[in-house]
Every structure is written in C-alpha cells, then in structure tokens.
C-alpha cells in the first residue's frame, strides 16, 4: 500500500491531531487561568495545580505509551496490507494497560501527603495540594482509556475522531470550571480549588464514553480480550517498556524543574506554572505534525516506501518550523497579557515575564524533537528513543540545573536547562534517522 507525501494528506492528519493535542494542556491551563485568579488563596491555588498537574501528567504519559506503540504497530501493518492479523491485539493491550492504571492509582492515593512533600508542597499550598489531587486522581484510569482508543484511530489514518473526543473534552471542562469554581449564585455555591479538580474529573469520564461509543460505531475493532495472547503483544509491551523508561526519565526533568522551582517561594512557582503549562500548549500544538509522522511514517515503513519516507520527514519538519515561527509572533504579541490571563498577582507576572522570552525562542529547537519524536514512534525506534532522553536528562538537564543553582540562577536556570535538554533531543534524532535511512533511500 502506497502513501501520498502531499500538504494535503500530511495536515488532513496534522490539522486534527493538533486540534487533539491541545485539548489536552488546555484542561491544565483552563484549571490554571481560573483557579490563579480565585479572590481568596489565588496564589496558593494556582502553586497547588502547578505542583498536582506536574505529577499527574507524569503518571499520564508514562503509562500512557500504550498509544503511541499501539499506533505503530496497527499502521505498520495496515502498510504492509495485513490489518487483520492484528485484530485481537487492541483489546488485550487497552485491558492491560487499564488494570496497570488502577494498581497505580491505588498505590498513590492513600500516600497523598508524602508525595507532595517530596515536592516541596507545604503548608497551605500542600493542603491545597492534597484535596486536588484526591479527586482529580480518579480520572487516570478513564484519560489512558481515551489515550489508547486515540491510538487505535491514529494506527488507521484516523485523526478526526480523536480530535472530536478532545474537543468535546476541552469545551466540557472550560464550561464546567466557569461553573463549579466560581459557582452560579442562588444555584451552586462555589467551590473553589476543588470545584476545578471536579471539572477535570467530569470531563475525564465523558471523554472516555465517547471514545468507547465512536470505537464501537466506526470500527470493526471488538475490545472483548481474547485468548491466545497476541504474538505483537510481546512487541508493543517491549515498545510501551521503552517509552515507559522514557517517560520516567521526561517526568524526571519536569519533576525536578517543579520542585526547583517551588524551593525558590511562592511566586516563582507560580511564575513557572504559567510558563510550563504555555510550554506544554505550544509542545502540543507543533506536536500535530510529530503525529502525522508518527501516522504515516509507520505505514511507509511498513510498505518499505523509503522514499516517500525521505519525503515525509523534510515536509513534516517545514511545517512544524512554520508553525513554531507564527507561536513565537503571537507570543510576543501577547507577551503581557498571556501572564494577565492566568494570574492578577503582581510578584508572579513580574517573575514570569523576567523568563517568559526563554521559552519562545526555544520554540524552533522544540520543534526539531517533537517532530521527530513522533516519527521515531512510528517507525518502533522506541529503544532509541528512551535512550536519548536518558542522555538528554541526566547528561544535559541535571548538570545544567544545577550548575545553574549554584550560579543562583533562580528560575533563569531551571528555563536554560530545559533549553538544553531539548537542543540534545532533537539533535540526536535528527542524526539518528540521516544515518539510518539515507543509506537505504539510495538502495530504492
């Protein structure tokens, strides 16, 4: 089965999938832009949804590599024109992958308050901490439910649905955060910090409904588990195991950076939730082309289409160059008034307009590594991958972070680690997939 490399075939999966992508951050961001401006607590509210959203995308996306290995295999095969002797495998991975959620989720919920002790959380703040985390927890199990579903649609060429599943997502929680935090006077009293958890809970399970229901309906894809135990089942778990390292070694850095930051006071990790959560929004928005080339990189490589695999890996980095350049216009566009969004507290946007340039001009070097990330996930490179970020973290982010500590950096050296962590990324990829497949495009 051939593969078109066209503007047309790339960002009718881009397009989508970036619409999907950043569903995602938005239900942080949304939690941080209401819950930074609640009248009273404001400040430790939103250090308490910066410390709590660290930690739970951290458990997010290191159990969540089901999708992206799930993806790789079902558009391998789907190239190769032999989709129907992977039938069974979608059903015994999402069943895996859930039970392994809700072990872990048990495992941290009756250990609140040591977590977040670890992180430097402390008196009001790691209270604030502690009643967010207790009910926002409950919607693990039910986002890597809708992660892997997603990864079903994006392994068949397929970006609109879970592009409408986000969105519904994304829509859901804005509205319900309007609602249950500053509440409806005569009708719902509000609830603050806690009204925002419940608002992402909600959300969590309507997003997952919907991705049962559209699985159903628009494919023949039965998540019944049933035995024998799928031969790529072994496969996909050495891919998930990867990333999971990977992952760990992701979250490591951003863990690290959380609780850096949150040593140096109040206003300075409020400073870096705004930044983290506008980082992590312009991560997924420029990922959108990283998952087409997650997409069809996997079905070329599966018909050995070496060529238009070539092909794909320059288009896909153009547009996410063009798209990182237009983010970093609006962004200094809107330089003040992104900091006014999330936050009315004078110390916290002085300190995050003092960094906020440092994350946007970092954005063409994000690029590089997102982008070929997602391409690297396509074609099963997952045990490259998990070891450049292992590089990338303990050889570039730790030294960096605290060389930049020790220089009393402050925030300045948490940003510039960041800044080095992903220059290592996405150079290791780029001269990874040249030395690679150049030899081979020669051979066709």
């Known amino acids: 089965m051939t593969t078109r490399v066209s503007f047309k075939t790339i960002n009718k999966l881009a397009i989508p999938a970036t619409i999907a992508g950043i569903a995602e951050p938005i239900l942080s961001i949304t939690d941080t832009a209401i819950v930074g401006n609640i009248p009273e607590n404001g400040l430790e509210s939103l250090a308490a949804v910066g410390i709590v959203g660290a930690f739970l995308s951290m458990l997010i996306w290191i159990l969540g590599q089901t999708r992206s290995a799930i993806s790789a295999i079902i558009s391998q095969y789907l190239g190769a024109g032999k989709l129907d002797q ?247 566009v809107l330089y003040r008034p992104l900091g006014e969004l999330f936050s009315n507290d004078t110390g916290v946007l002085k300190t995050f307009y003092s960094i906020f340039f440092i994350v946007i001009l970092a954005l063409p070097l994000n690029t590089v590594a997102f982008v070929f990330d997602g391409l690297f996930k396509g074609l099963g490179e997952m045990r490259y991958l998990r070891n450049v970020l292992l590089i990338a973290t303990f050889i570039g982010f730790i030294p960096s972070l605290f060389l930049g500590k020790y220089m009393n950096l402050g925030l300045y050296g948490i940003w510039i680690a960041i800044t080095v962590w992903m220059t290592i990324r996405g150079g290791a990829l780029v001269w990874k997939f040249r030395r690679k497949f150049r030899p081979l495009l020669q051979k066709t």
């Open 86 to 332: 992977v039938s069974t495998l979608p059903a015994q991975a999402i069943t895996l992958n859930v039970l392994l959620s809700i072990v872990i989720l048990l495992g941290t919920v009756f250990v609140v308050e040591e977590i977040f002790l670890l992180l430097n959380a402390k008196g009001k703040i790691l209270e604030f901490c502690i009643s967010y985390y207790s009910i926002r927890v409950w919607g693990f199990p039910l986002t890597l439910f809708a992660f892997a579903v997603m990864g079903i649609f994006r392994g068949l060429q397929n970006t609109y649905w879970p592009m409408m599943i986000a969105i519904v997502g994304a829509v859901l929680n804005i509205g319900l955060d309007f609602i249950l935090v500053y509440g409806i006077e005569g009708f719902i009293t509000p609830m603050y910090l806690e009204g925002a958890a419940w608002a992402s809970l909600i959300s969590q399970g309507v997003m997952a409904a919907m991705s049962l229901i559209l699985l159903i309906t628009k494919t023949n894809i039965s998540l019944r588990p049933k035995l024998p135990i799928h031969p790529e089942l072994r496969r996909l778990i050495g891919m998930s195991l990867n990333l999971f390292v990977r992952a760990v070694a992701l979250n490591i850095t951003l863990i690290l950076a959380v609780r850096e930051a949150t040593a140096l006071g109040d206003r300075f990790i409020g400073a870096h939730t705004i930044a983290i959560n506008l980082w992590l929004f312009a991560a997924f928005f420029i990922d959108g082309y990283g998952a087409a080339g997650n997409i069809m990189g996997g079905r070329l490589l599966g018909a050995r289409d070496f060529t238009n695999l070539w092909k794909l890996s320059k288009k896909i980095m153009l547009y996410g160059i063009l798209v990182s350049g237009v983010l970093m216009i609006i962004g200094f």
